[in-house]
C-alpha cells in the first residue's frame, strides 16, 4: 500500500523487452537503502515488485504485458524519470490517501497553463471512469496524491493545480500536452459507486432492502 506522497523523482537506468515482459532498471539512490527482494515500490505510481537490487541504489522490476498495456511503463525509455514511492508502514503518517497502486487507465494532458509557483493541468479522462471521479475529491496521477479542482463530465476532463513542491518532486511538473499519465481512482468512491448502480439494476433487491427497513423499524 502507498501514500501518494512520492519520496523521489529518479531516472530509469535500462529498459530490456523481452516476449510479454520488461524489464525495468531504475536508479532510487538512497531510497533503496533495506529493500529487500519481493518488496513493493510504487514506480509512475504502479506497484511494482523489486526482482534486482545492487549496492549503488539501483532497484529493477519486471513488468507484464498488462501493466504495460494499462500503464505509461511500457513508454518509457533509459534516462526518463519515474515518481518513486516505497510502500508504507503502520503506523507511518498517511500524508495523501490510501492507495493500491493499481492503475485504472491512462489520462492524456491535453493543456498546460504555468503561472507564479502554479503549474495546472487539464487532463482527457476515458469516459468509462468519470462516474468516480468528483470536484475536490482525490486521485492519484502517476502516483502523486492530489484534490481534482474541477471535473467536467460532458468533456470528460479534469483539471489539476499542482503547488511548487509537486512540481519540483515529481513528474508532473515536467509533462506537456500530449503527455500520458497513469491514474489510480480512490477505491472507496469506486467501491460506493458500483454497489449503488448495481442496487439501482436490481429492483428486486431495493425492494428486500426496503421490507427489511420496515421490519427493523
Known amino acids: 500500500m502507498f501514500t501518494g506522497i512520492v519520496q523521489g523523482l529518479c531516472p530509469v537506468e535500462s529498459v530490456s523487452d523481452e516476449t510479454n515482459l520488461r524489464r525495468l ?107 468516480y471521479l468528483q470536484q475536490k475529491g482525490f486521485v492519484a496521477l502517476d502516483g502523486a496524491s492530489l484534490t481534482l479542482a474541477t471535473v467536467d463530465y460532458d468533456a470528460e476532463n479534469i483539471r489539476i493545480s499542482l503547488i511548487p513542491e509537486t512540481i519540483e518532486r515529481t513528474t508532473l511538473g515536467r509533462v506537456v500536452e500530449g503527455d500520458r499519465i497513469n491514474l489510480e481512482i480512490d477505491s472507496q468512491t469506486q467501491a460506493v459507486v458500483e454497489t449503488v448502480e448495481r442496487l439501482v439494476q436490481t429492483p428486486e433487491l431495493l425492494a428486500r432492502l426496503a421490507i427489511n427497513a420496515d421490519l427493523g423499524d
Request: aromatic letters at 2%; charged letters at 20%; one cysteine or more.
Open 25 to 131: 532498471t531504475v536508479q532510487t539512490g538512497d531510497l533503496a537503502a533495506g529493500v529487500a527482494l519481493g518488496a513493493s515500490v510504487a514506480i509512475n505510481g504502479t506497484c511494482l515488485t523489486v526482482t534486482a537490487t545492487s549496492d549503488d541504489g539501483a532497484l529493477s522490476f519486471d513488468i507484464i504485458k498488462e501493466t504495460l498495456t494499462l500503464t505509461n511503463l511500457g513508454q518509457l525509455e533509459r534516462g526518463d524519470l519515474v515518481n518513486v514511492e516505497r510502500s508504507f508502514r503502520v503506523g507511518d503518517e498517511v500524508g495523501g490517501h490510501i492507495l493500491s497502486g493499481h492503475i485504472a487507465n491512462q489520462v492524456t494532458v491535453t493543456e498546460v497553463k504555468q503561472a507564479d509557483n502554479l503549474r495546472e493541468l487539464t487532463l482527457s479522462v476515458p469516459g468509462r471512469w468519470m462516474k
